[in-house]
């Protein structure tokens, strides 16, 4: 959504704290892009701008957009989003220091304010109006579905400049968004080596790609005057999807719509903050209320929701400052060992409501999951608690929708170790990788 800081404020080198992993609970999911259906910041300079000359496989630019810190058509669009019916606002486009550009108060802002106003007359969906009414046509005559369709139509609009009633729009889009889809093969596994988010990321990228190339062979190769390759290519196309990733927003009051929002998407994110972008039918137009006060300067923030730093990086492109971001969490892997003298026993205990030998929980700030907690029971339960086994695997399970907490003091202090014995493990583990790179 919004402009995400090129700096990472924390280390990119796998640490603990930024394992950058998929939740195993209550996960986010992303969109199938099938046709089928604290005090040291150390400050990583893996941004797209500087990988890219040194790459040997180097993405060119597109043609349109500004630079990523660049104020030069924030005017230009200020001007036309109010011609087109935003209301006056009380903030304003200008670089900042968290996010390079964000929305800054003009005037006071009190707590519990609706801000934004932006009306549905502005929002960029599967349902807008092509400049190129044949491509929309050709589209959704193979229903194509909303992601795949909404990163072909910014590219035809893209292409049509000034003809194009969102050319403000897209000027002031970055042209080389911050995203992962920018990264090579070869830095997905040097900075993402110890983590789990870098098989998502590579899954992304792939995706992107297969996308890209259905669309060419099933559509584009047949309607070359309509399509051409100049236009849409690869390059473009990891563009509109890293825009995508980074701007589209759901909204909930609007039965989950998915659209771009302009303006709306020059807010950045904060973990201190939990307000968030939702459409208002009294004033039918998308508007967010603050949850504190803002003086005239300061930068105002929303949330993008409670995710990790992982989930960050994956859809934003940044990785907040070490240690502030309190939905963090890294995956703790866990498994029965096999001289276990009931190792069999539970084993079919862990099979039976879905679970394997091995399994990931996650750890964030605030606590571990009751499913962890149960896992470890399970694993240094002794014999004596064979007919708790199944009761307890059912527990470590997240399928079951009654939660249980269990209690063994007996052996809770064993629980206990176990799980300090996996983390030291785990941590071990990407000593070892760090010292190999």
Known sequence: MA????????TLFPTLSLQLSKPCYNSHVYPSLSLKKAPRPVQCSVSTSETKSTSSNATQEVPWGCDIDSLENAEALQKWLSDSGLPPQKMAIDKVAVGERGLVALKNVRKGEKLLFVPPSLFITADSEWSSPEAGQV???????DWPLLATYLISEASAQKSSRWCNYISALPRQPYSLLYWTRAELDRYLEASQIRQRAIERVTDVIGTYND?????????PDIFPEEVFNMETFRWSFGILFSRL???????GKVALVPWADMLNHSCEVETFLDYDKSSQGVVFTTDRAYQPGEQVFI???KKSNGELLLSYGFVPKEGTNPSDLVELPLSLKKSDRCYKEKLEALKKHGLSASQCYPIQITGWPLELMAYAYLAVSPPSMSKQFDEIAAAASN????KKDLRYPDIEEKALQFILDSCESSISKQVALWIWM
């Open 3 to 10: 402009e995400a800081s090129r700096i990472f404020h924390s």
């Open 249 to 255: 927003v759901r909204l909930p009051s609007m039965n």
């Open 399 to 402: 399928k079951s929708t009654i």
């Open 303 to 305: 949330s993008y929701g």
């Open 215 to 223: 669309l060419r062979l099933r559509i584009f190769s047949k309607y």
């Open 139 to 145: 589209l959704k005559q193979y229903s194509v579905p």
